[in-house]
């Protein structure tokens, strides 16, 4: 089987010189993984059913924590999925 299209014209390019090798490689690849990292961090809103007993309780411990309900519910998720809280079975 022969090459493509697309791999001739990127050999091509390698031959006659196109390419630049990076100064500064490992800048670049810490630059792109922080890049990718942000990417990931952007806030997306979810819409979530809650029993309204569970939701009442959400938002007295908000109260008394000086916080939006919302931001409470968003900061015990966020605490259990990067494993600061465990639930009560660990």
């Known amino acids: 089987m022969g090459i493509s299209k ?7 390019s390698v031959e006659d010189n196109e ?3 990076v100064p ?3 800048k670049e690849l810490k630059r792109y993984q922080v890049i990718a990292k ?4 952007k806030e997306q809103r979810i819409n979530i059913r809650l029993a309204s007993k569970d939701l009442m309780g959400l938002q007295t411990k908000a109260m008394q924590e000086g916080l939006p309900y919302q931001t409470l519910i968003s900061s015990v998720l966020h605490k259990y999925v990067t494993g600061q809280l465990k639930s009560a079975n660990e």
Do not use: C, G, Q, V
Request: overall charge negative; charged content about 55%.
């Open 6 to 12: 697309d791999e001739k014209e990127l050999l091509r």
């Open 19 to 21: 390419w630049e090798s």
């Open 24 to 26: 500064d490689i490992k």
């Open 38 to 41: 942000n990417s990931l961090k």
